[in-house]
């Protein structure tokens, strides 16, 4: 018999990134480093009227979509983080998958849960065929959950960022569909019930982390 969910996980959910999201992110990059490894466009940190500039085709698009971005919120609403699909061809099948946690909530397993959940959507509601993303080569934590999630190493950027006077590699990954159909159950198995991800506030949703089982 399949184990079923413990109702008494931390429950986080993802939804789609407004523009008042934007404050708050703005605040979270007022670390450099931390901007340095989630958004390549910038090199100092930007006021929130300047980000959603930025971001303003992500935010504001019509169907289909090149760019999905959600925010990450804990059961109280209050977000911990966020995480998109971007750069997506309808006609390649492919796109990038990013995630973003802010410092106090990391390594309690929410951005594999929500990469996890983007990576459902890509392949079994977009009917995307490969998905990709950036890991600095220094950064041990996101090349272990990208492991986790099956990604295979394809190349690198040498001296692709620039951060503190320094130059540093990027790693590309990649994950085909057949790939994650293969491995999203056993990963999922594998994962510690006490922490869950969703779409929506809404526990009893299938699109959940880890996957419902009975």
């Known amino acids: 018999m399949n184990p079923q969910r413990d109702t008494n996980a931390r429950h986080f959910y993802l939804k789609p990134l407004a523009a008042n999201d934007v404050e708050r992110i703005a605040v979270w990059y007022e670390d450099i480093k931390d901007l340095a490894q989630i958004?390549?466009?910038?090199?100092?940190?930007?006021n929130t009227r300047s980000l959603e500039k930025l971001w303003q085709n992500d935010l504001e698009h019509s169907e289909p979509g090149t760019d999905y971005l959600y925010s990450i919120r804990d059961e109280q609403g209050d977000p911990v983080g966020h995480t998109g699909l971007q750069e997506i061809s309808y006609a390649n099948g492919n796109g990038v998958v990013f995630v973003y946690i802010k410092k106090d909530?990391?390594?309690h397993g929410?951005?594999?849960?929500?990469?996890?959940?983007?990576?459902?959507l890509a392949y079994f509601q977009l009917r995307l065929h490969r998905i990709t993303t950036y890991v600095h080569a220094d950064n041990t934590a996101s090349a272990g959950l990208v492991k986790r999630l099956g990604f295979t190493g394809e190349g690198r950027m040498r001296e692709g960022y620039f951060y503190d006077g320094e130059y540093g590699d990027v790693d590309?990954?990649?994950l085909l569909s057949s790939e994650w159909a293969a491995s999203r159950e056993p990963l999922s198995e594998a994962l510690d019930k006490?922490?869950?991800?969703?779409f929506?506030?809404?526990?009893?949703?299938?699109?959940?982390?880890p996957l419902r089982h009975g």
Do not use: K, Q, Y
């Open 194 to 198: 006490g922490v869950d991800v969703a």
């Open 39 to 46: 958004e390549s466009r910038l090199s100092v940190p930007l």
């Open 200 to 209: 929506g506030r809404d526990r009893e949703n299938r699109w959940i982390w």
């Open 110 to 120: 929410i951005a594999l849960r929500a990469t996890a959940l983007l990576l459902d």
């Open 105 to 107: 909530m990391r390594r």
């Open 172 to 174: 590309i990954v990649g």
